[in-house]
């Protein structure tokens, strides 16, 4: 096998990792289990970081090696190609955190959800948000994540970033340039750079009047969301000053699918999946909205969900060719 032109032995490979990192490796891992969309063919090789050493390890192994990597948190907002990843995917699962001073200071691998009730109970308000972000602490950062009138730019006073050159800086979120569902690290200034983990600067609050909010938040979500399906989140980005989901719903397209995708009956900027779906019948839903939200409103919705892995050969609206 062959990975960016170079000779890829993943069965080496692993064998060093175990050596070096002290890390165990599988070749071959199918992906769908840990997304939320539950699609995603094989991993060349898969690791999981328990901790933020193992973390870095590995991303400074990849390298060292020049074996491209993914790193992945609880695998929502992307969706992962039927053809699985050419490389390493690394789970992050270092999940520590502390409150300190009115702060939380959270490991990339934290759930959001966690952090919003870990807080609560601190009583420390400003990440209730996160209780609808179905991502980790670092995703959240790398996407500004946001909902229910809050987002992450709101709150971030750090982040602790694993630079391309291998060194670590503290970054205050002044530097991140956090924008609507973005950051410097979805660019080239953040090309290569990797959140480690996170400072948010919250306020001091009655666990019961932040336990409330929660409890509001539960509620919106279980009424107007597809909780009990497979789904990546949104779909789309909300096009300034619009919803994209109101102009799916507008065009008509709730309930049309794609194989196994269809586009929510509940939330029209949700693409679910009945278990049988695939990566490409999701994207190719995706393309078919973009489509015909186009053709209708003169909008051009632009995906917020990644498409990550071996998508070569794929020709928008025809899929693999």
């Known amino acids: 096998m062959t990975v960016a032109g170079q000779a890829f032995d993943a069965a080496a490979l692993g064998s060093e990792i ?38 870095r390890a590995l991303v400074k192994f990849a390298r060292s090696r020049g074996i491209p990597y993914i790193v992945l948190g609880r695998g929502s907002n992307v969706v992962i190609s039927d053809r699985g990843v050419r490389g390493m995917v ?31 109970q601190a009583g420390l308000s400003g990440l209730e948000f996160g209780l609808a972000i179905p991502g980790t602490v670092g995703g959240a950062v790398w996407a500004n994540a946001g909902a229910h009138d809050s ?24 530097e991140l340039r956090l924008g609507y569902r973005d950051s410097r690290f979805k660019g080239e200034l ?24 929660l409890d509001e938040i539960r509620r919106w979500r279980q009424t107007h969301q597809p909780l009990g399906l497979p789904s990546a989140g949104s779909i789309f980005r909300n096009p300034e000053g619009r919803s994209a989901g ?53 909008v051009e919705l632009a995906f917020e969900i990644a498409f990550l892995g071996d998508w070569t050969s794929w020709q928008a609206g025809q899929g693999f060719q």
């Open 90 to 120: 690394i789970q992050d699962r270092a999940e520590g955190s502390e409150i300190r001073d009115e702060r939380l200071i959270a490991e990339a691998g934290l759930p959001m959800a966690r952090a919003a009730t870990v807080t609560q």
């Open 18 to 55: 175990q050596r070096r990192v002290g890390v165990k490796t599988s070749r071959d891992e199918p992906l769908a289990r840990f997304t939320t969309m539950r699609v995603g063919g094989p991993a060349d090789l898969f690791a999981v970081a328990h901790n933020a050493f193992e973390l």
């Open 246 to 298: 109101t102009l799916i719903d507008e065009a008509g397209l709730k309930g049309l699918s794609v194989g196994g995708a269809t586009v929510s009956e509940k939330h029209a900027n949700f693409i679910v999946n009945d278990r049988r779906g695939t990566a490409a019948d999701v994207r190719l839903l995706g393309e078919r909205v973009q489509a015909e939200v186009r053709q209708r409103f003169d």
């Open 190 to 213: 953040g090309a290569g750079e990797l959140v480690l983990s996170a400072t948010f600067r919250l306020q001091s609050a009655s666990a019961e009047v932040i336990k409330a909010r």
């Open 151 to 174: 987002d992450v730019a709101a709150v971030l006073e750090s982040a602790g970033v694993l630079l391309a050159d291998g060194t670590e800086r503290r970054l205050p979120a002044e």
